[in-house]
């Protein structure tokens, strides 16, 4: 039996990595997303924001969950759009 190609399996986890992302940020959020919270401006990543802050204060895990889900929402739905246009 023949293995994948290294670069099939690294994209696979990628778009699979991607994929509970958005499932996850539809559903889950660790922090409001657009929250803004000057006290925690540029925070580095630690235990409690994995990913730090942005200027705002924003938790960057949360905003990247959020957009994985709009994201993934946007491209199904052009998919469909141009699978039924016959393009």
Do not use: H
């Not at 929250?35 to 990543?45: D, G, H, S, T, V």
């Amino acid at each position: 039996m023949r293995l994948p190609a290294p670069n099939a399996v690294i994209g696979g986890a990628i778009i699979a990595t991607l994929i509970v992302c958005a499932l996850f940020g539809a559903i889950w959020t660790p922090f409001d997303p657009l929250k803004i919270n000057f006290a925690a401006r540029l925070q580095a990543p630690g235990p409690v924001y994995w990913l730090g802050t942005d200027e705002f204060g924003r938790d960057v895990l949360s905003r990247l969950m959020s957009a994985a889900a709009t994201s993934s929402w946007i491209s199904l739905l052009t998919v469909s759009a141009a699978m039924t246009a016959g393009t």
